[in-house]
């Protein structure tokens, strides 16, 4: 007994695996398309398999199938989104064709599931046809894009579950280095003084703007071209689908869709997503500046800045007995420069679209579903492997803004820019305290130097007058 089936589409027959619930489509781009050796993300599966429910359930309401069609087609679909026979999902994400693999793929498993439950046999397609039943009113080309939104909204609202958790722990860590002072650095030189709790609390904000944006990119997301079929026309889509179906996609999916108000500019241009890209790579970039920090501030320990101990993760050489490297950040740094990478790929594929279409959805959307898993992953580590346990030196940071020529800073409102040079020129020369030499030349009182030197009000705005003086 052979092993196969033998199906056909327009380029003839092939053989198909006898017990597979794909058809020739399928196999051909498995053929085709051995790109990347990857499996089709999961929320892109759940996503399509939602539009292919919704649009069935419509084109039942108009009578476009049968009630006994539309409940094989729904049914089928919710067995897979339960996640039954996903393993007949066999296309690479990278394929040619605008995603027409994939939409067929989709198309072959549910018809042959359908087929099968109303006694038909897989691949004869006699009861439920793949482009007939399945796709009835659809073009792969409203249906990959919005499945591919449904997917990417899906991932971003992860993304912001965990970013917030990531800004609550870097506030937390505000709250409890506000009374650590420590220098401030501008160009690695030493500037002003700074508490390391203003520093933990800037990098919480920049992360919340990103979380912004990420809100901001889900509503764009959120409009879809379901309904304009192969360019935005809605060719071979009855007008009452075209009218509905994304109404029905919304109560399926769970998520605030909205239909494109132009059909074929929603089919055409892909702003909407590369603009998810660019909030995905400014959030990328910000990681990426905090890691920085976290590895400057925690270098040494004997030799380097050494403001704060980061957490020991594991022994950080093969031949350096006691190294411990700063590897959660580093990490962090490799996803920021993957997403940044991941950014410009799908930056040159949106700007590649001809006329009615991007072909190249594909890879867009394979690169953003990475960018926000490998984001999503980076930033728990980040969390919970480092911020929750950073442990500032208090004792070593004091000494050094005592010691440190930058508080000449706030001296000079009061004897001038040209005498606070001098000392400080002084101060770096000798080795002397800035407060030391102030007294020593009778520049100003001990109260005086006091008062102007306290840190608390040194990190905060404004200029002690002359009655806060004296």
Do not use: W
Not at 87 to 99: C, E, K, L
Not at 101 to 116: P, Y
Not at 208 to 221: N, P
Not at 333 to 358: K, P, R, S, W, Y
């Amino acid at each position: 007994m052979s092993n196969f089936r033998i199906e056909h589409d327009s380029l003839g027959e092939i053989n198909i695996d006898q017990n597979a619930l794909y058809g020739a489509n399928s196999q051909r781009a498995f053929e085709n398309f051995n790109i990347s050796g990857l499996g089709m993300d999961e929320k892109f599966i759940d996503a399509i398999l939602e539009v292919k429910k919704a649009c069935a359930i419509e084109n039942g309401k108009i009578g476009l199938l049968s009630d006994i069609e539309t409940d094989a087609i729904v049914k089928a679909c919710e067995k897979l989104i339960a996640g039954q026979n996903r393993d007949n999902f066999i296309v690479d994400p990278i394929q040619g064709g605008a995603g027409t693999s994939f939409n067929m793929n989709a198309n072959e498993v549910i018809a042959n599931i359908a087929e099968v439950s109303l006694g038909g046999k897989a691949g004869e397609y006699k009861i439920i046809h793949p482009n007939d039943h399945v796709n009835k009113g659809q073009s792969t080309n409203d249906v990959i894009p919005t499945s591919g939104k449904i997917a990417l909204i899906r991932y971003f609202k992860e993304l912001i579950e965990e970013a917030n958790k990531l800004i609550d722990s870097l506030n937390k860590k505000a709250e409890e280095f506000a009374d650590v002072y420590k220098m401030g650095r501008t160009q690695l030189q030493d500037a002003i003084p700074m508490s390391l709790g203003q520093e933990f609390a800037a990098y919480a904000r920049v992360l919340s703007r990103d979380v912004k944006r990420f809100e901001k990119a889900i509503y764009d997301l959120s409009f879809v071209n379901l309904g304009g079929t192969a360019i935005g026309t809605g060719l071979n889509a009855d007008k009452r689908y075209v009218d509905e179906v994304v109404n029905v996609l919304a109560d399926v999916s769970g998520l605030s869709l909205k239909q494109n108000e132009d059909l074929i500019d929603g089919t055409q241009n892909l702003d909407s997503i590369l603009f998810a890209s660019s909030v995905l790579k400014t959030f990328a970039a910000s990681l990426s500046k905090i890691s920085n920090d976290l590895r400057l501030m925690s270098s040494g320990p004997q030799t380097g800045i050494f403001d704060i101990k980061l957490p020991a993760k594991q022994a950080g050489s093969s031949i350096m007995p006691g190294k411990v490297n700063p590897v959660i950040p580093e990490v962090v740094n490799q996803v920021a420069f993957l997403v940044i990478g991941n950014d410009l790929t799908v930056t040159m594929a949106v700007e590649a679209g001809q006329l009615e279409l991007n072909a190249f959805e594909p890879v867009i959307f394979h690169k953003l579903f990475e960018s926000l898993k490998t984001l999503r992953g980076a930033i728990y580590t980040l969390r919970v492997n480092c911020i929750d346990n950073i442990v500032a030196n208090r004792e070593e940071l004091s000494e050094e803004v005592e010691k440190s020529v930058g508080l000449v800073t706030a001296l000079a409102p009061h004897i001038g820019y040209e005498k606070s040079s001098k000392i400080a020129k002084k101060a770096l020369k000798t080795g002397e305290s800035i407060r030391d030499i102030v007294l020593d030349e009778n520049l100003l009182t001990e109260a005086e130097v006091d008062k102007i030197l306290d840190f608390k009000k040194m990190i905060e705005p404004g200029i002690l007058d002359e009655e806060d003086l004296f």
